[in-house]
């Protein structure tokens, strides 16, 4: 039986370490394409070292998510946020103490960022509800998830920073609303699209 104590570790070692990849790859601008991948690759890794842990989230869309639908309760749902929080909150820490500088994204507050974040993290939540739908495991489900983010981030980021995550946002310290609220519409639509078609 996993402790409550153990999952909430997991999931601020596993956004911890997202946010410190994302925060490691946007600030290479010549990487290009590989971003996206290497985000899919790193969230994949962390589905297979603590995806029997805590489920993996290290998202507080996906964690509300999957609160909306009933599959984890208030206290985890509170528990995984500030958890996620924190591993973010961290990765910025650690990253300014070591580069000294943050990579500089335009933040902009429109109606088309808040679309594209939406439709991104829709699609990511809808390949993580499919995987879980089609009982997917080890490998298989941690190529799916990371490759549904990665397909997310390359839709979104023609218009938005494609974040589809509020925590990464934050280690980017571009916590807006729309960072914030978009990736959550967009996690309820993604699952609930999923949970339709599986039904």
Do not use: R
Not at 40 to 46: H, I, N, P, R, Y
Not at 87 to 115: K, Y
Request: hydrophobic share 55%; with cysteine; glycine share 12%.
């Amino acid at each position: 039986m996993v402790k409550d104590y153990q999952k909430y570790l997991a999931e601020l070692i596993g956004t911890f370490g997202l946010a410190g990849a994302v925060l490691a790859l946007v600030s290479n601008p010549s990487l290009g394409v590989a971003v996206p991948i290497g985000v899919g690759a790193t969230l994949g890794l962390f589905v297979l070292l603590i995806g029997n842990v805590s489920g993996c989230h290290i998202n507080p869309a996906v964690s509300l998510g999957q609160f909306v639908f009933g599959k984890i309760d208030a206290k985890t749902t509170i528990g995984y946020l500030v958890s996620q929080f924190l591993g973010a909150f961290l990765a910025l820490v650690l990253f300014n103490q070591v580069v000294g500088s943050m990579p500089e994204l335009p933040i902009v507050n429109d109606w088309q960022t808040a679309l594209f974040e939406t439709l991104g993290t829709a699609l990511f939540c809808f390949g993580i509800g499919m995987t879980i739908g089609n009982k997917l495991e080890g490998l298989a489900a941690a190529s799916a998830i990371g490759m549904s983010l990665g397909f997310g981030i390359i839709i979104a980021a023609n218009v938005s920073n494609a974040f589809l995550n509020p925590a990464v946002a934050l280690a980017f310290d571009a916590l807006s609303p729309i960072y914030v609220l978009a990736p959550i519409v967009g996690s309820i639509i993604g699952f609930g699209v999923a949970k339709l078609l599986k039904n």
